[in-house]
């Protein structure tokens, strides 16, 4: 089995958020909710973040890093 496929997940922590902000957003538009809406957006705007956070290059970003700061090793 190759070393770079991805390991096949039933479920995801990226899916559970998207499962519950999904609900908590559709629950609190029909019952009116404001806190519920609350949590679904901020958990919508949580999953975006980490979908650009988990997209970044940190091996790339911390070896620049450390060329700026002269601490190459």
């Known amino acids: 089995m190759s070393e770079t ?21 559709i629950a609190g538009f029909v019952r009116g909710d404001l806190l519920s809406i609350f949590w679904g957006g901020m958990c919508a705007l949580g999953l975006v973040v980490l979908h650009f956070i988990r997209r970044k290059d940190w091996t790339q970003h911390w070896a620049a890093m450390d060329e700026k700061t002269g601490r190459g090793e």
Do not use: D, H, N
């Not at 496929?5 to 957003?25: D, H, Q």
């Open 5 to 25: 496929r991805r390991k096949f997940r039933i479920f995801s922590l990226e899916g559970g958020i998207l499962a519950f902000s999904l609900y908590a957003l």
